[in-house]
């Protein structure tokens, strides 16, 4: 599996409010999104730099994953995600070779990306996501044909 580029970097937050401030106002970078992501039980916001995106992550449930991280670690850095071409295919070659999956279907994540996580113990300890950008040209030919 060759990543791409490092496609973001999640962080968990405790207060996503709190923390687009010091983004905003003391690193001087911009929100240019805010979104729920169901599935994975968080409130996001994203910020560009270059190609890669600081992506906070703050929990919407008592018993969410964000929310059992910051209580076992604090605040931090949660995962760094990877680009990739055919998330599907990544997935099952990284099984082949006993890594171990959390998802072993891509999930759908924050800005219609298909997303899955990678468990830490396979990887030295960093949680790692794989994302791959759907191509929303094709959907808007369907959606207009329609
Ligand atoms: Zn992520």
């Known amino acids: 599996m060759i990543p791409k580029y490092i496609e973001h970097i999640g962080i968990a937050v405790s207060n996503l409010k709190e923390s687009i401030s010091y983004y905003e106002e003391i690193l001087g970078l911009t929100c240019y999104a805010i979104e729920e992501v169901v599935d994975q039980k968080v409130k996001t916001a994203f910020f560009m730099l270059g190609q890669t995106k600081i992506e906070l992550l703050e929990s919407t449930d008592p018993d969410g994953p964000i929310a059992r991280f910051i209580e076992k670690r ?26 171990q999956l959390i998802d072993k279907d891509p999930k759908k994540g924050a800005e219609g990306l298909s997303m899955a996580f990678l468990h830490p113990k396979s990887t030295h300890g960093v949680l790692t996501e794989l994302c791959e950008a759907r191509e929303k040209k094709v959907d808007k030919r369907i959606h207009r044909s329609d």
């Open 74 to 99: 604090g605040e931090g850095i949660h995962h760094i995600a990877f680009a990739v071409d055919d998330i599907e295919g990544r997935l099952k070659d990284l099984e082949e070779k006993g890594i």
